[in-house]
Structures are given as structure tokens and as C-alpha cells.
């Protein structure tokens, strides 16, 4: 049975992707923060992983889906799962733990379409026009003013920003390896591998720096794993590596610049964090240079 497509002949799932991706990734900063309320930060994505792992193996193994036929291709699968679930993830959990603040480690991941327009021509091969250079800009432009209207911005731990940085290049590098080196593998076959060199790095880690203790009285911690786990773990990593196969992976990161505008709205009942006058123009600026820079050339 094939999916729905629109006019387009592109399938439905993938014109709705970057929407469902955009809202489910953006949640995940306050939730995450919720969630490190109630466990250590590394403790928390171990958990996260390990239940991931579980929740998939029952499909890997009634599907039987195929699994990579070499080295270099598990080699290469993996190095993506490392770059973003533990270098990713866990530095960006360790900004947060360090008191470092949400808009701080936003506004510095927010940079990753730039390192990627930069990399692109040399390292995915791909070409980036002067017109999507401007989309970019306007994006990054956009998504300061949220940060900044938002007085997010304040004295920060040097672990924090260090952290953030850290994480900055994981999500950029595992952009640029999936684009470089992904294959079409069976979604199945790429998290569960992903996840286990996510899971072998940041394990370790917690053993030896962590306590492990983990409040599972509170509702609102178990809240925040169930939504890490399926609504990005599972779904949004799912969607984003789809999208990057889909299409170029610098109009892909461009969808990066909207996160930090609508992870401060959605931080507004979660948090209690509202939102100033001058964040909605930023909003708007946003959204325009995410839509010049997603543009595909004629």
C-alpha cells in the first residue's frame, strides 16, 4: 500500500515531517529540564536509552528488518548515534545541570546551520546559494531576538558555555556524517544501533561520576521520560534523519533556527516562562529565514 502524497508526488508523512519534528524537538528542552529536577543529568539519558533500547527490540525482532552487510556501514551508523545522543545530548544535559540557562544553550546550538552551510560545499558535497546563506542569517537573527527579549542571556558557568559548545559541534557533526555517509536503512535498525553507541559512551560515565538515584514517586519525572523517550528518542530522531535523506542538509538545519522560539512558548505552561512582546517579532523573523533558507533552487 503506498502512503498518501500530496500534488506534489511528495509523500504526505514528509510534508508533515518538519512540523512534527519542529514541535516535538522544541518541547524537549523543558521537558528535559523538568525531568534532571527529579535524576542526574547523565543518569537521566542512560535511562532514557536503556528503555528506548527495550521498547524497540520486540519490533527488530518480528520484523526482522535488515541489518547492515559491513563494517563501515555499523561503523558509520554508529558514529552518528555517538555525535548526537551522547555528545549531543549528554553535554547539552550537562549545560543544564550546570545552571546554565535554557536560552544561553539555545542560542548557542542555534548556530549549528551556520557550521553546517560553512561544511556543506566540502563535507557533504553540497552547494549553498547566496539566497539560503540569507535565510540563514535571518533565522540566526530571529532567534537571538527570542533569546534576548526573553532576558534569557545571564552570567554563566564556564563548564555551562563549555557544555553548550560541546554539544554545538555534536549535533553538527552528526548532521554532516548522516548527510556524508548515511545509508537507507530500516529506521528499526539505524536507532537501535544509534542508541547503543549513545548508551556504551554516556554509561560508563555515570557509573563513574553519578549517584544513579533516580525520584520515581514524582509524576512529573515520569511525564518527562515518556515524552523523551517516545516524542524525540523515537519519533523525532526518526523524522530527522529521514528528512536529512530527503532533502539538503543545510535546508534541514535551517528548521534548527525555529527551535528556540517555539521552546520558549511551549515553556510558557510548562514553566511559567512567558513570552515578551518583542520574542513574537523575533519569532516572525524566524520563520521567514527558516522559509527563504528551506527554498529548493529552480
Not at 543518569?43 to 532514557?48: C, I, N, S, V
Not at 534541514?252 to 512582546?277: C, D, K, R
Request: with cysteine; aromatic share 10%.
Amino acid at each position: 500500500m503506498n502512503s498518501p502524497s500530496t500534488p506534489a508526488g511528495r509523500p504526505l508523512w514528509l510534508v508533515l515531517a518538519p512540523l512534527i519534528f519542529l514541535v516535538l524537538w522544541s518541547g524537549g528542552f523543558s521537558v528535559a529540564k523538568l525531568g534532571i529536577r527529579h535524576a542526574e543529568p547523565l543518569t537521566f539519558l542512560a535511562l532514557r536509552y536503556v528503555i528506548v533500547l527495550i521498547i524497540l527490540a520486540p519490533f527488530a525482532i518480528a520484523l526482522k528488518p535488515q541489518w547492515p552487510r559491513t563494517l563501515t556501514q555499523w561503523f558509520h551508523i554508529a558514529m552518528v548515534g555517538f555525535l548526537i545522543q551522547a555528545v549531543y545530548f549528554g553535554l547539552s544535559y550537562l549545560a543544564f545541570y550546570a545552571k546554565a540557562s535554557s536560552g544561553t544553550v539555545a542560542i548557542i546550538v542555534c548556530l549549528q546551520p551556520i557550521l553546517v552551510g560553512l561544511a556543506a560545499p566540502y563535507f557533504a558535497r553540497e552547494r549553498v546559494s547566496g539566497l539560503r546563506w540569507l535565510g540563514l542569517v535571518l533565522g540566526l537573527a530571529g532567534a537571538a531576538i527570542v533569546i534576548l527579549a526573553q532576558s534569557a542571556i545571564k552570567a554563566e558557568t564556564t563548564f555551562g558555555i563549555l557544555c553548550a559548545f560541546g554539544a554545538l559541534l555534536g549535533i553538527t557533526g552528526g548532521t554532516l556524517w548522516e548527510k556524508r555517509f548515511g545509508t537507507n536503512h530500516h529506521p528499526i535498525v539505524s536507532n537501535m544501533i544509534q542508541y547503543v553507541a549513545g548508551l556504551a559512551c554516556i554509561l560508563p560515565l555515570t557509573l563513574a561520576t553519578e549517584s544513579m538515584h533516580v525520584d520515581w514517586s514524582s509524576p512529573e519525572f515520569l511525564a518527562a521520560l515518556a515524552y523523551l523517550v517516545i516524542g524525540n528518542s523515537l519519533i523525532s530522531m526518526t523524522l530527522l534523519l529521514a528528512m536529512i535523506r530527503a532533502g539538503e542538509v543545510s535546508r534541514v538545519s535551517s528548521l534548527f533556527y525555529l527551535v528556540p522560539p517555539v521552546a520558549t512558548l511551549m515553556a510558557w505552561p510548562l514553566l511559567g516562562e512567558t513570552m515578551a512582546p518583542l520574542a513574537w517579532l523575533g519569532m516572525a523573523v524566524a520563520a521567514a529565514g527558516v522559509a527563504i533558507a528551506s527554498r529548493k533552487a529552480a
